[in-house]
Structure formats: structure tokens, C-alpha cells
């Protein structure tokens, strides 16, 4: 949440730990040996997207909506996000097929269309551009043309839904339709879910420097994003993934020289109680994504007493996005939560 935005557990954990190569084990004091790591097979504490994993792995398309068409009918435009991207790659053929087989049904439409976008970057795969084949790559944009199919026509069907803008945003990144067509897809679901951290997480990806932007740009989007929420919003986390994603691009030494910065420990500090360490942060989605992001950052940055605060929050709840930077997910979480326990 990684959010990148939108893609499996299973396929960012991939697409970053390519991306991540010789970050792991960097830093002093930071081996991520010899600790027990935590599982993270968990359900993030949500019943209901339980039973969700279960209609779909089922096959039980009446089970899916009964859960998911709630969330569309009461506004709650960012559980119904998370909802459908937690269950990407479950079920096999059954989401690619659903909305060809309901044609006329918007949410049908939008989930069949999210599972093209996951199932696209599953022919893409984790690897660096260079080490991509042009089958993979003619692959990639073949699928995301079929995901861009069903996602336009969900947005007609439902003009006042947000999860398919949502959804187009990411592809249209992955078909490099280029900054201005996806900061308009960006601001289409924006007007419809103006706090919504994983919308804005994909539109944080298209101007950060790896792909048109740069991380002045990025930061800037951050910072304009959280000035406009409300308090306890959940864009705070943005600049959790902001901080992270430079140290990511940074060289080994020249990430750890960043991210422990007192300017950037402060800004962490800041959108950590703007957000997740907020009296009326209440997210409808799963909070444990904005909690490990901030967590992994401020143990980045050797603010152990404020890592602590977050590991306290997320108990035995790792999410493998973003600790897949740093190794393998479950172990690295645990590495840090120990050396930050005593912290005082």
C-alpha cells in the first residue's frame, strides 16, 4: 500500500522487492536475521472481507455483491476500493469472466475490470522495465486495454461511482497515457471520494520520479492533499509513502542521509498526527496499510519512540507492503518492531 496502489498483496510484494534490490540489509544495526517473523495471513481484523475471500474463492457472485453492493449504495466509496483490491487473484478465471457475463451491471463491471488491471501486471511481472520481453510488455497492454474496456463502461452505467476512476488511474500509468490524462481520471474520482487514500496513492505513483514526476512534485502533491483533509483523514499517509519512496530511489548511505533528516522526521511526525495518530482517524478501509507505512518510515528514520507508538497500533497485523523493501515481509516487520520495543 502500497498503492503500486493498486495491485495484489502478492504482485507488489514482487513488482517492489525487484525494484528494492540492495536495499535489504542496508543501514546499521538493521539485519533482519535471526527474529521470528509474524504472519501475514491475517484479514486485517475486517469479518466482512472474510466472508468476501470466501464468495469469491467460491465463485459465488451473489455472495460478492451482497457484500460489496452496501458500500456503493451508502457513498462509502473507499471500503468498496480496498474491498475489491483485497481480492485480486482469488478465484481464477471467475472475476476476469464476471463482467463479460453481466454486462449491464456496473459493479460486475468494475470488479471485472479491477481484476484486469491485477492480472495485467501478474503478464508484466516484478521486473525492472529493461528486463521485460516485448511479449510481456505487448501482453501487459492488452490486458489493461481489456481492463480499460469494463472500468468505461462502469463509469457509464454508475456516473456517480468512484471505484472505476479509481481503477483507471492506475491504468492509464501502465498504458502511459501520459500526466494530464491520468491527473484528469485522478480528479474524475476525486470528486466523487475526495479522502481517498488508495485514489490518491495511485495518482501519487504517476508524479513521482520514476514514472513523469519528480520528488519535489511528489511531496507537493502530499502536502496539498493533506492541507485540504479533514482531520484524522487518511491522506496523511501520503507522505509516509512519499519519504519512503525517495529513500527507495536513493543509493545505499545517500537513503539513510534522507530519511533521517530532522525535517523529514518532523513532516513524519506532523502527517502522523494529522492522520493515524488522530483522536477521529476512523477509516472504513483497513487501517493497518497507513500504519505499517508509517511505522516502516519512522523506523527508517531511527525515530524508534514514534516507530513504537505504530508497532503498539498494529499488533501482530504486518501488511507485506511496504516491509518487502527491506527483505522478507513478516521477518523485517519483526526486526523492527524489537529493536523499537524498548524505546523510550
Not at 491475517?42 to 467460491?58: F, M, Q, S, Y
Not at 471500503?79 to 460486475?108: C, H, M, Q, T, Y
Request: a neutral charge; charged letters at 25%.
Amino acid at each position: 500500500m502500497s498503492n503500486l496502489s493498486f495491485l495484489g498483496p502478492v504482485l507488489i510484494a514482487g513488482f517492489l522487492a525487484a525494484r528494492a534490490v540492495g536495499k535489504r540489509g542496508t543501514g546499521s544495526g538493521r539485519s533482519a536475521s535471526g527474529v521470528k517473523p509474524v504472519p501475514l495471513g491475517h484479514n486485517h481484523d475486517d469479518p466482512e472481507l472474510t466472508k468476501l475471500r470466501g464468495a469469491v474463492t467460491g465463485k459465488d457472485w451473489e455472495a460478492v455483491a451482497a457484500i460489496l453492493q452496501p458500500c456503493r449504495d451508502r457513498g462509502d466509496h473507499s471500503r468498496l476500493n480496498w474491498l475489491i483490491g483485497s481480492v485480486d487473484g482469488l478465484g481464477g478465471d471467475f472475476l476476469l469472466e464476471i463482467g463479460g457475463s453481466r454486462p449491464k451491471d456496473a459493479l460486475a463491471r468494475t470488479v471485472c475490470g479491477a481484476r484486469h488491471v491485477g492480472w495485467a501486471w501478474e503478464a508484466r511481472s516484478g521486473a525492472r522495465a529493461s528486463q521485460v520481453s516485448r511479449e510481456q510488455f505487448e501482453l501487459f497492454h492488452q490486458r489493461l486495454a481489456l481492463a480499460e474496456e469494463h472500468l468505461y463502461a462502469a463509469a457509464e452505467l454508475d456516473p456517480d461511482a468512484a471505484a472505476p476512476w479509481y481503477f483507471l488511474t492506475t491504468v492509464s500509468r501502465g498504458l502511459e497515457h501520459g500526466p494530464e490524462v491520468t491527473r484528469r481520471r485522478f480528479e474524475a474520482g476525486r470528486r466523487r471520494s475526495p479522502g481517498d487514500l488508495n485514489l490518491h496513492l495511485a495518482m501519487l505513483q504517476q508524479v513521482c520520479a520514476k514514472w513523469s514526476g519528480s520528488h519535489e512534485e511528489m511531496h507537493a502533491f502530499a502536502r496539498e492533499a493533506r492541507a485540504q483533509a479533514a482531520p484524522g483523514s487518511s491522506l496523511g499517509a501520503l507522505s509516509a509513502h512519499a519519504h519512503l519512496e525517495q529513500w527507495l530511489d536513493l543509493t545505499n548511505g545517500e537513503d539513510a542521509a534522507y530519511i533521517t533528516q530532522p525535517e523529514v522526521i518532523l513532516d513524519l511526525r506532523k502527517a502522523a498526527a494529522e492522520s493515524v495518530l488522530h483522536p477521529e482517524y476512523a477509516p472504513t478501509e483497513s487501517p493497518y496499510p497507513a500504519l505499517n507505512a508509517f511505522a516502516m518510515a519512522f523506523w527508517l528514520a531511527d525515530d524508534k519512540v514514534s516507530a513504537r507508538q505504530l508497532f503498539e497500533l498494529i499488533g501482530d497485523r504486518p501488511t507485506a507492503s511496504p516491509w518487502q523493501l527491506y527483505g522478507d515481509p513478516g521477518r523485517v516487520f519483526a526486526t523492527a518492531r524489537q529493536q523499537c520495543k524498548k524505546a523510550k
